[in-house]
Nanobody, 128 residues
Framework: QVQLVESGGGLVQAGGSLRLSCAASGRTFSSYAMGWFRQAPGKERDFVAVIKWSTGSTYYADSVKGRFTISRVNAEDTVYLQMNSLKPEDTAVYYC?????????????????????WGQGTQVTVSS
């Protein structure tokens, strides 16, 4: 059984920073890429960023490019999302997700259907 556990959410003022963590566990965990998504109330779950485990290659949504950084520590099966210059519109529940072993393109990784595992989500609230 694979589990993804997010942490690091909270309340921050506009312009501030937060770092989210996503720790994967499970004896059979093996994934090609990890993604971060977010969902605001009444809206769809939107892609934020993705990273490939093997190469560390990354891809970002335009809305967060230059402000957010995704990284991973392979030995710990942990992925991070450093969020700087936060804006009120970044307010959402943030989810991490893991694909299976098969390779996916960055375009595919922007869609929720390629992910096999999801965390429970962590709330990020940015006040103006």
């Amino acid at each position: 059984q694979v589990q993804l556990v997010e942490s690091g959410g909270g309340l921050v003022q506009a312009g501030g920073s937060l770092r989210l963590s996503c720790a994967a566990s499970g004896r059979t965990f093996s994934s090609y890429a990890m993604g971060w998504f977010r969902q605001a109330p009444g809206k769809e779950r939107d892609f934020v960023a993705v990273i490939k485990w093997s190469t560390g290659s990354t891809y970002y949504a335009d809305s967060v490019k230059g402000r957010f950084t995704i990284s991973r520590v392979n030995a710990e099966d942990t992925v991070y999302l450093q969020m700087n210059s936060l804006k009120p519109e970044d307010t959402a529940v943030y989810y991490c997700a893991a694909t299976g072993r098969r390779p996916v393109t960055f375009v595919q990784a922007m869609g929720v259907t390629v992910y096999d595992y999801w965390g429970q989500g962590t709330q990020v609230t940015v006040s103006s």
